[in-house]
Structure formats: C-alpha cells, structure tokens
C-alpha cells in the first residue's frame, strides 16, 4: 500500500518556527514538494526540491524556509522559521511522481 504521510504540525506562534516531515512508503520518494492550504486560499507551493537534493523557495517563504530530504528513510522535511500569521494552514506533501501524489495534511494552527 502506498502512502504519504504528513506529521509535525500543531499549534504555533508567530516568530516560532516550525518543523514538518513527509514519509513516502510503498513506493520511493524522489522530488516532491511542500504546499500550504491556507483558510480560505487555494492550495499553493511553498517549497520543493529535486530527486538530487536541489531546493526551489517560493517569495512567499524567501529567507525563512529550508527543504530537505533523507533517501534513506524516505523522508523529506520543511523548516519554516519566523512564522508569520499567514504561514497557517494545512501543508500538504505532494511527490512528482506516484502511485501516491498527495498525502492528507498536517495542519499548522496559530495566533497572530
């Protein structure tokens, strides 16, 4: 059986940072990428990185954002630093290529 599996969020404040993993069984994650659903807003890039390791950071998260991934465990991981109020929501991991392409959130819930 497939799955991607999100853990990590919870309840933040604005400056903390945060720290969520993604880990891919059944199947090998390669590239993947990290994407916020914030209330009320459509689901959006924040982070990805390429099967080799190469990170691409969108504006929004600019300075404040690090993807990372362990081939070995399967694992890929977001660091968001200096959290801001719109930073909340559901991340979702999504890999480039399945079976599975998108796991069921974790959500980040905080205060301004």
């Known amino acids: 059986q497939a799955q991607l599996v999100e853990s990590g969020g919870g309840y933040v404040q604005p400056g903390g940072s945060l720290r969520l993993s993604c880990t891919a069984s059944?199947?090998?994650?390669?590239?993947m990428g990290w994407y916020l659903q914030a209330p009320g807003k459509q689901r959006e890039l924040v982070v990805a990185?390429?099967?080799?390791?190469?990170?691409t950071i969108m504006d929004s998260v600019n300075g404040r954002a690090t993807i990372s991934k362990e081939d070995g465990s399967n694992t890929a991981y977001l660091e968001l630093r200096n959290l801001k109020p719109e930073d909340r929501g559901v991340y979702y991991c999504?890999?480039?290529?399945?079976?599975?392409?998108w796991g069921q959130g974790t959500q980040v819930i905080g205060s301004a």
């Open positions: 999504k890999a480039r290529w399945g079976p599975k392409y």
């Open positions: 990185i390429s099967s080799g390791g190469s990170p």
């Open positions: 059944g199947f090998t994650l390669g590239a």
